[in-house]
C-alpha cells in the first residue's frame, strides 16, 4: 500500500544430527556408516569433535554464511550465535559422506552434479545434505531458514528421496492453499506431475501451477481410496499425501478415518511438517479421552521412519520445543514435561543455547538475509504522561480485583467438584470445577494498545519528517495491533449501523477488561463448559465494592487526548497535510471523522 504525494509513500503492515565428537578436527572415523546409492545407512552417531572457538570480528547479529556446496549461492547470512556450530556440522559431514554436492546428487538420483545446481542453490544443498544424513538414521532436521531462502525446494527435495527410497512423503501444512506451492517446488525440481493424495474429503477445484486441477468430486470414493491404502500400504498411482494441521484434529472429540489413516501409513512414512510450530499445542491443550493435535502429532512422528520441520519460527513456545523429540534434545531429558520446565525457566538464553547445540548436532539450520543497512534504534517518544498514569492506575485496580475474585472461583469449584463426587460418574470430578482468567495474563494486550494510543502523535511527526525531508523517503508504520475486533465489538453491544455517529474511547476498552476479569469458566461433570460472569452474592460485598470503585475510576478519568483507533487517526492526519494513505491489514472495522468532525462508525469492503 501506498500513502503519496507525488512519489512519496505511507503503508501500513500488521505484525522468529551430526553429534560433536571428540579429536582433532581434521580426524576422520573409521566408525562411518556404508552409504549406498539411494538407499540408507545404519543408524550411527559421527565421531565426536571438539567445537574451536573461531573469533568473530564484526559486531552484529549475522555474519556472512558460507556454502559448503560448490553451487550457486543466494548470498544469505547467517544469525552470529550459529555461525560456527552449522559450519562445523557440516565440515563432520563433509568427512563422512565426501562432498555435500555428490552426496546429495546421488540421494536423489540426478545425472550429474550441475543438473542438481540448476535445480537448488548452494545453501538449499547444503540443507539438504543434513536432512538426507539425519533421516538415513531415522532421525530429524530443523529446516530454519527465514522467508525467501527456499525452504519450499528443500521439502520438495526431502519428498524426492522419500519417493527414490519406498517410503511415503507424508506433507503437513496450514492451509489447502498451500499444496499448489510445494506442487511448483516439486515441479521446480524436475519430479513432474506429482500426484497427491489428500486427506480433506471436501475440496474445491484447485488450478495448480503446471495446468492441472486438484479437487475431491465425491466424498463417498475419496473414502474407500482412503481405505484401501490404509489396508494394502501401497499408495497406487499417488505419490505422497498432503494434509492440513486442522485434518489432525478429533471431530466433536472423536475419532476420524483420516486420523487412522495417518497413523496406519506413518511407519513407512517421511513426515514433512511445514510452519512446523502450528503443531506445537500447549499444555493446556491435553484433555481425557482420545489425544489433541498436538499429542496425535508427536505420535505419528514417533511412529515414523523420519521427520523434516520446516519452520522459520520453530520455537515458539516452551511447550512447542516438545515437538522436536526425533533431534538430540530429547535425549538430554526424560520427558516433555522436563523440557517444557527448563525452557521457561531459561527462557530466551537457554532458547538459544540450545539452538547452537542441535546446530552442532547437524540436526538445525537457520540462514536469513542480510540487515545490512536497517537500523534498529529504539527511540524514548514524547507522550501524554498523566494519561499513561491513569491507564496505569485502573489497571493496578483491576489486578486487586482480581486477586479479591479468587476466593469466590474457589469457593464455586469446591462445591462443583463435591457435586461430581456425589454423582460417582467416572471422569466427573476431573472435569468439574471452576477456572478464571487472570487479569495478569491478558494485561499485555492493554499495555499494547495503551502504548500504540500513547505514540500516535509521536508517529505521525515521525512519518512527516520522512516525507518532508530533502531527500523524501517513503514511511511505512507497523502496527502490533489495529483496535478492529474492539470497534467491531462496540459497534455490535450498542446496535450501532453503518455510518452511525461513535463515541467509543479508551475508557471503553478498560471498561471491557474489567467485564473480562469477571468471568468465570463452569465445567460441569459430563465435560460441558460454560463461561458467565459471577453474580454479587458470588463475589461478594467487598469484592463488589472493589469492581463499583474501578467502574466509577474510569468513568471519572479524562481519555479524550488519546485516539482508541490509531491506525485511523494517524491516516486522518497524514491525509490532512495532503498525503495519500494506503493499508494492508485485514480488520473489517473502522472510525471515520466527517467533515465537522464527528466520528463515524465504518467497515472496510472485502477488496479492501
Do not use: W
Not at 510450530?277 to 496425535?296: C, F, M, T, V
Not at 477456572?435 to 502523535?457: G, P, R, Y
Not at 479524562?558 to 498525503?579: K, N, Q
Request: proline share 5%; charged share 25%; hydrophobic share 35%.
Amino acid at each position: 500500500g501506498a500513502l503519496d504525494q507525488g512519489r512519496r509513500d505511507v503503508s501500513y503492515e500488521n505484525r522468529d544430527a551430526i553429534p560433536a565428537t571428540a579429536g582433532p578436527s581434521a580426524a576422520v572415523s573409521e566408525q562411518s556408516s556404508t552409504l549406498q546409492p539411494g538407499g540408507m545407512v545404519e543408524r550411527s552417531a559421527l565421531p565426536l569433535q571438539p567445537i574451536e572457538s573461531v573469533p568473530v570480528t564484526k559486531q552484529s547479529q549475522q555474519q556472512p554464511y558460507i556454502p559448503h556446496s560448490q553451487g550457486r549461492s543466494v548470498d544469505t547470512e547467517v544469525p552470529t550465535n550459529l555461525r560456527d556450530p552449522i559450519d562445523k556440522a557440516l565440515s563432520r559431514l563433509e568427512q563422512q559422506v565426501g562432498t555435500l554436492d555428490a552426496y546429495v546428487c546421488d540421494r536423489l538420483q540426478y545425472t550429474d552434479v550441475a543438473t542438481l545446481h540448476q535445480y537448488f542453490s548452494a545453501e538449499q544443498v547444503d540443507a539438504l545434505a543434513l536432512g538426507i544424513y539425519n533421516l538415513e538414521r531415522g532421525q530429524a532436521l530443523i529446516l530454519g531458514d527465514q522467508t525467501g531462502i527456499g525452504k519450499g525446494r528443500v521439502v520438495a527435495g526431502i519428498m524426492r528421496y522419500a519417493l527414490l527410497t519406498d517410503r511415503m512423503p507424508v506433507f503437513v501444512t496450514q492451509s489447502p492453499k498451500l499444496y499448489g506451492d510445494i506442487i511448483r517446488d516439486l515441479d521446480d525440481i524436475g519430479q513432474k506431475s506429482f500426484k497427491p493424495f489428500i486427506t480433506n474429503s471436501t475440496l474445491p477445484a484447485m488450478r495448480l501451477p503446471d495446468g492441472r486441477s486438484l479437487h475431491v468430486p465425491d466424498a463417498q470414493l475419496h473414502l474407500r481410496e482412503m481405505q484401501q491404502i490404509q489396508a494394502t500400504g501401497d499408495l497406487g498411482d499417488y505419490h505422497g499425501i498432503f494434509t492440513t494441521y486442522s485434518q489432525l484434529q478429533t471431530v466433536k472429540r472423536k475419532e476420524t478415518p483420516r486420523r487412522e489413516f495417518l497413523r496406519a501409513i506413518a511407519p513407512q512414512s517421511i513426515l514433512i511438517f511445514d510452519e512446523s510450530h502450528e503443531a506445537g499445542g500447549s499444555p493446556s491443550d491435553r484433555k481425557p479421552g482420545l489425544s489433541n493435535r498436538a499429542d496425535y502429532v508427536r505420535q505419528l512422528q514417533q511412529d515414523s521412519q523420519g521427520v523434516l520441520y520446516s519452520s522459520a519460527t520453530y520455537a515458539k513456545s516452551p511447550y512447542t520445543m516438545t515437538l522436536y523429540r526425533r533431534t538430540s534434545m530429547m535425549e538430554a531429558l526424560k520427558n516433555d514435561a522436563a523440557l517444557s520446565s527448563l525452557m521457561i525457566r531459561g527462557g530466551v538464553p537457554l532458547q538459544q543455547t540450545v539452538s547452537g547445540m542441535i546446530a552442532t548436532d547437524g540436526q538445525y539450520i537457520r540462514r536469513e538475509r542480510s540487515f545490512t543497512g536497517i537500523s534498529f534504534n529504539p527511540e524514548v517518544l514524547p507522550v501524554d504522561t498523566q494519561t499513561a498514569e491513569n491507564i496505569a492506575l485502573v489497571m493496578r485496580k483491576i489486578m486487586e480485583f482480581d486477586r479479591l475474585k479468587k476466593e469466590a472461583v474457589l469457593s464455586i469449584s469446591k462445591d462443583l467438584k463435591a457435586e461430581a463426587k456425589a454423582l460417582s460418574v467416572d471422569n466427573a470430578v476431573g472435569e468439574a470445577g471452576a477456572t478464571s482468567t487472570n487479569f495478569t495474563s491478558i494485561m499485555h494486550n492493554l499495555v499494547q494498545a495503551a502504548i500504540l494510543s500513547l505514540k500516535s502523535d509521536a508517529v505521525v511527526e515521525k512519518a512527516l519528517t520522512l516525507l518532508r525531508q530533502e531527500n523524501p523517503e517513503k514511511a511505512v508504520v507497523a502496527l502490533s495491533s489495529t483496535m478492529g475486533s474492539f470497534i467491531g465489538q462496540y459497534a455490535k453491544d450498542h446496535g450501532l449501523s453503518v455510518g452511525e455517529p461513535i463515541d467509543a474511547n479508551f475508557g471503553d476498552l478498560l471498561h471491557r477488561y474489567l467485564v473480562r476479569s469477571r468471568d468465570v469458566i463452569i465445567g460441569s461433570p459430563f465435560g460441558a463448559k460454560e463461561t458467565r460472569p459471577l453474580s454479587d452474592a458470588e463475589l461478594g460485598p467487598v469484592a463488589v465494592d472493589a469492581y463499583e470503585a474501578i467502574e466509577m475510576l474510569i468513568d471519572s478519568l479524562d481519555f479524550s487526548h488519546i485516539p482508541i483507533s490509531p491506525i485511523d487517526y494517524i491516516t486522518e492526519r497524514l491525509e490532512a497535510e495532503g498525503f495519500r494513505v494506503k493499508e494492508i491489514t485485514g480488520r473489517k472495522d473502522k472510525i471515520v471523522s466527517d467533515a465537522a468532525g464527528t466520528r463515524i462508525y465504518k467497515t472496510r469492503s472485502g477488496r479492501e
